[in-house]
């Protein structure tokens, strides 16, 4: 019974501290797919919980806070795609930039809100019936809405990318662009609005740890997890079911290390904290070495700009 | 086509970079303006690593220099924000003493070697250096005995505890955090010798969804008490969000999570700095080690939530609290062994400051590593 409560416990905070990466990580995979890598996803995080919380402070509502989120952060997803897709600029330089810059356009205007409490948050609505279930029920339905949101999306976005004719487009433009443009498909469309996509995911994530993970306003308050996004779509080999899994086992060992700690268990938790980085080498070395799996998992076109002279 | 893609992206840096010190900046704006007021004032210009209203470290600083201003009206301060140690330390503070400022005071422990290379160029600049450890002729290093405030939070959480499980939510531990965990665990100790503390380190100073989840692990332990030494209120709002009680730590937390926060532990520099810069304006002044503790005022706690806290419990902390200002008390008092089995001090005894210093033990009624 011990241990079943202590699993029951892990694997529900293991969910919530999932949430924000797997947001960020489902937004990226659809940049990556279309041939477009976002570094800025810190950055848009960032902004996209300063936004949210300062909207939600404000007007008193979390659908304001969230509309406000995804405004901004589509707008960053424009100027991003603006710049690498119709301008094509490095796409690593232009994410490091809106990186830094989000970070410090957030601290800014982020200054009068802190130590302020939201008025609102997402609080956890527990699903009727099914969260009764012994142990799954609490696991898995005892969250706020952002939670219950992620659980529809994730399957949603396998079924786009590997099941609609928008996903086969999608994969297209990221293998080979020259292709898809021979086809009719238009990549440059198909880019903008898969980069928008996915930074508005980024500034969700932000959203969900200042509205619902703790919720304030904090400088700096991501604390690199849109870099783990970033890390956790190459270990999931660009597929949203594999990001999920991933996703838990990354929010999971801070969880597991923390249980670990209370109960004077000596696994360091310093190693628990390094293990998912250790098995993203390991998965990227195994891929880059098998040129075959290479092709059929990397979209080909990533961080290259597609020009049409240069066909 | 290259070179069109390389202006874009140079010209997009400098829009980024400009922004950027544009946000970390405020540099010129919180330099209070009118010259003319302040010309025969004593000038103090103090230098703050990060923003000045972070409810934390940086915010109980600048309340420090606002008491001084307060106490003292013969002075006048001036202060910067956002300062990242090393050069842009370096400019600032140079910056600072060209204003007129004759006291500089450097609130973080990163600015040591700025402080150690100005100091010698300016020999008669009196410079304050928060946790510093290098004292020079114009140079004092000041800290607070945070044990004595920690120790009064400990023996309120020691009181309040019904489970006798209290959390501890801290960052790294270097002797600073460990002492002050001893101190509370002291606390905890004299009024209640069944409770214990179970210790988690996050290993990260700031990283709110990191904390609440040491804190939410606590929880799940059955601790019904909550403290941390962190930087963000994370722990707070998470025994808010279970209905247990918090200690903060830095400042008073108590608007994050007014139906837990029981108090907190704050730093008082005020009195540090009033003593100090009085000093130099009455000519006495010399480089030393200050350690301030409850007797100075400086090692304070929150005033207790009336709501949550008892009368019986509320006098006991005043009390104790006014024995602490008396130096009636000594918080690390023998006989104190270690949660491994080791004599720190025998009976009777007590741990000298130079011990104090490096501390490396955790008390026996705290369950954690180092």
Known sequence: MEMVTLLTATLHAAIISATPILYAALGEIFAERSGVLNLGVEGIMLVGAATGFYTAVNSQSLLLGILATVAVSLLFGLIFSFITITLRASQVVTGLVLTIFGTGLSAFLGKSMIGQASPVIFHKIPVPVLSKI????????????????????????????????????????????????????????????????????AGLAGAYLSLAYAPSWLENMS???????????????????????????????????????????????????????LITIIVLIIITARSQMAKNLMPKALTIPYDREER | MKTKRLFVVVAFLLIAITLFTAGCGSKQTSVPGNQNQGKDKLKVGFVFIGPVTDGGWNTSHNNGRLYLE??????????????????????????????????????????????????????????????????????????????????????????????????????????????????????????????????????????????????????????DVLAQYQDSPAVQQAAQERGIYSIGYHADMRHFAPQANLT??????????????????????????????????????APLNDKLVPADVKKLIEETKDKLSKGELTVFKGPIKDNKGKTIVGEGQKISDAELVKCNWLLDNIEGKL
């Not at chain 1, 706020?144 to 928008?166: A, G, Q």
């Not at chain 2, 402080?115 to 290098?134: S, W």
């Open chain 1, 134 to 201: 012994p142990i799954l029920g609490h696991v898995l339905f005892n969250h706020d809405m952002l939670v219950y949101v992620l659980y529809l999306l994730v399957p949603l976005s396998w079924f786009v990318i590997y099941r609609t004719r928008e996903g086969l487009n999608l994969r297209a433009v990221g293998e080979n662009p020259a292709a898809a443009d021979a086809l009719g498909i238009n990549v440059f469309a198909v880019r903008y609005f898969y980069v928008c996509l996915g930074s508005m995911f």
């Open chain 2, 70 to 223: 307060k106490q003292l009206p013969y002075v006048e301060t001036i202060f910067v924000q956002n300062v990242p140690a090393g050069s842009d330390s370096e400019r600032v503070m140079r910056q600072l003493i060209q204003q007129g400022a004759k006291v500089i005071v450097a609130t973080s422990f990163n600015y040591g070697d700025t402080v150690k290379k100005l100091a010698k160029e300016f020999p008669d600049i009196y410079f304050l250096h928060a946790t510093g450890l290098e004292v020079a002729p114009n140079v004092s290093t000041y800290d607070i005995r945070e044990y004595e405030g920690t120790y009064l939070t400990g023996m309120v959480a020691g009181k309040m505890t019904k489970t006798n499980i209290i959390g501890y939510v801290a960052a790294n531990p270097i002797p600073c955090v460990v002492r002050a965990i001893d101190g509370f665990a002291m606390g905890v100790k004299a009024v209640n010798p069944n409770a214990k503390v179970k210790l988690l380190w996050t290993s990260t100073w700031y990283d709110p969804a990191k904390e609440k989840e040491a804190a939410l692990s606590l929880a799940d332990e059955k601790a």
């Open chain 1, 223 to 277: 604390a690199g997890r849109g870099w783990i996004a970033i890390v956790l779509v190459i270990f999931a080999t660009w597929n949203p079911v594999r990001a999920a899994l991933g996703a838990l086992i990354f929010g999971g060992v801070d969880v597991l290390g923390f249980k670990f700690q209370a109960r004077g268990i000596g696994i360091s938790p310093y190693f628990m904290r390094m293990l998912p980085y």
């Open chain 2, 264 to 301: 907190s532990f704050t730093w008082n520099w005020g009195p540090i700095y009033v003593q100090e810069v009085k000093a130099y304006h009455d000519g006495n002044w010399k480089g030393k080690a200050i350690w301030a503790s409850a007797k100075e005022g400086a090692s304070t706690i």
